[in-house]
Nanobody
Framework: QVQLVESGGGLVHPGGSLTLSCAAS????????MGWYRQAPGKQRELVAN???????IYADSVKGRFTASRDNAKDTVYLQMSSLAPEDTAVYYC?????????????WGQGTQVTVSS
């Protein structure tokens, strides 16, 4: 069973920065993609950034130029560096991984970490 453990959320002032991390563990697997989604109160969960393979990254238009996602394959970890944060970035941020275990592809979600942008 693959587990995703997120960390790095918290309260930050508008214009501030925050870095989230998500580490995958548990068993033998290979990672196809790892990324970040977020869900604000009363809204649907949406893609923030997704790293496919080693370097192919896609971003939501709302975060382009402000957020950077990256992977450390040696640590099975994905990061989300967030800058110029705004109140509309407030949400629970979830890590998602698509992995291959014994030839089968599975999707896993982290437990979520709260990011609050407020003065």
């Amino acid at each position: 069973q693959v587990q995703l453990v997120e960390s790095g959320g918290g309260l930050v002032h508008p214009g501030g920065s925050l870095t989230l991390s998500c580490a995958a563990s548990g068993g033998i697997f290979s990672i196809v993609a790892m990324g970040w989604y977020r869900q604000a109160p009363g809204k649907q969960r949406e893609l923030v950034a997704n790293v496919v393979g080693d370097t192919n990254t896609i971003y939501a238009d709302s975060v382009k130029g402000r957020f950077t996602a990256s992977r450390d394959n040696a640590k099975d970890t994905v990061y989300l560096q967030m800058s110029s944060l705004a109140p509309e970035d407030t949400a629970v941020y979830y890590c998602k991984a698509i992995v291959v275990v014994r030839g089968y592809e599975y999707q896993y979600w982290g437990q979520g970490t709260q990011v609050t942008v407020s003065s």
